[in-house]
């Protein structure tokens, strides 16, 4: 319980009063919705731009990005790569 105050401290949102005692700001509610909703809106556009990113990537194109760079010199791996 005393994380989540300070938490809310450090947000601006509440303020110690006493040792293990705050008070809650004005509006908290609200400010908590909105940085919830802001946090989803952050998650759904990163999602999206990963899917996209993917999906333009051609199939060998992925296996390669998993190669570390000392092997690139060695063919034997874009064999499995190139039948994905």
């Known amino acids: 319980m005393l ?3 300070r938490k809310l401290e450090r947000l601006g949102l509440a303020e110690q009063v006493f040792p293990a005692s ?5 509006g908290l509610e609200q400010t908590l919705r909105d940085l919830s909703m802001r946090s989803e ?3 759904t556009m990163h999602k999206a731009l990963t899917d996209r990113a993917t999906s333009r990537m051609m199939p060998g194109m992925l296996c390669m990005a998993m190669v570390p760079p000392n092997l ?13």
């Open 3 to 5: 994380g989540r105050a």
């Open 22 to 26: 705050w008070t809650l700001k004005h």
């Open 41 to 43: 809106i952050i998650k």
């Open 72 to 84: 690139y010199s060695d063919a034997s791996w874009r064999e499995g790569c190139m039948t994905s």
